[in-house]
């Protein structure tokens, strides 16, 4: 089992930036890939980004390439996610996810631990 907290959800204006962190216990060593995604209301979730815990290889989702960057701190078993240039449509609650598999893919059932999600507001 693998077990994830996320953390930094808040409110911030339009432009503005967040960070998030997801912090991993139990069975980490089992771990290839950690992810982001989101969901907003209404709305089913996507992917925002992953990383490959090996050797910190990213992808990112085309709604956020170039403002979001996925990084990860092998030591304390923490992956963040430094969003930049935030727009109101970014509003959503934002879930860390794990894989055991090799490779970054976009699709949630493909991703065997998540989180309890963190809130990020938008305002314009």
């Known amino acids: 089992q693998v077990q994830l907290v996320e953390s930094g959800g808040g409110l911030v204006q339009a432009g503005g930036s967040l960070r998030l962190s997801c912090a991993a216990s139990?069975?980490?060593?089992?771990?290839?890939?950690m992810a982001w995604f989101r969901q907003a209301p209404g709305k089913e979730r996507e992917f925002v980004g992953g990383i490959k815990w090996s050797n910190a290889v990213t992808y990112y989702g085309a709604p956020v390439k170039g403002r979001f960057t996925i990084s990860r701190d092998s030591a304390k078993n923490t992956v963040y996610l430094q969003m930049n240039g935030l727009k109101p449509e970014d509003t959503a609650v934002y879930y860390c996810a794990a894989r055991l598999a090799y490779g970054i893919v976009t699709t949630t059932k493909d991703y065997a631990y998540w989180g309890q999600g963190t809130q990020v507001t938008v305002s314009s």
């Open positions: 139990g069975r980490t060593f089992s771990t290839s890939v």
